[in-house]
């Protein structure tokens, strides 16, 4: 279970400051939806933050009194090198989300999140109707992907909540 308290004391001191809290990291433009609300299909690159590239920003994040980085992208899961950019942030004590589709979430993937000590995975869902969720991802089945998703992140203990 999330527990702030044990953080609150650096939060306080960052609300003080003025230094920023939370930060938002893409780390890949790429993704393996096709949602039709979205332009990272159009314009993808298909770059990833580097391992050193990302480790340095968290470093720098970090130093500046960041507390709270959500890893964003495109499609964070396919990012090479994820659990590594999580587990540099967690290891510097900052509170580290990140978010998916569900589609590659497995249980070696589940098993690297829990390793890693992220904080919370979201699971994007804006719809409770799952023909009109995969009409809009672009995505067949969308739904038993979220549903293994979850399945393997409860059973690693992962904390796991849902936004739209």
């Not at 609150?8 to 960052?14: E, H, R, S, V, Y």
């Not at 314009?43 to 590239?53: D, P, T, Y």
């Not at 690297?112 to 919370?120: D, G, L």
Request: charged fraction near 15%.
């Amino acid at each position: 279970m999330l527990n702030l308290v044990t953080h609150f004391p650096g939060i306080l001191k960052t609300l003080v400051t003025g230094a920023p809290l939370i930060c938002n990291f893409a780390i890949t433009d790429t993704c393996n939806a096709n949602c039709a609300f979205c332009s990272f299909p159009a314009q993808s690159s298909g770059k990833f933050v580097s391992l050193n590239e990302g480790k340095a920003a968290i470093d720098h994040l970090a130093n500046l009194g960041v507390k709270i980085i959500s890893f964003t992208g495109g499609e964070p899961t396919l990012h090479p090198h994820l659990f590594d950019l999580i587990k540099h942030a967690t290891d510097k004590g900052i509170l580290a989300f990140t978010g998916s589709n569900g589609i590659l979430i497995d249980e070696m993937k589940a098993q690297k999140y829990h390793q890693s000590k992220v904080t919370a995975v979201w699971l994007s869902v804006e719809s409770t109707n799952a023909q009109e969720l995969e009409a809009n991802r672009g995505v067949a089945n969308l739904t038993e992907y979220i549903k293994s998703a979850l399945k393997h992140l409860q059973a690693n203990n992962v904390n796991t909540f849902a936004i739209s």
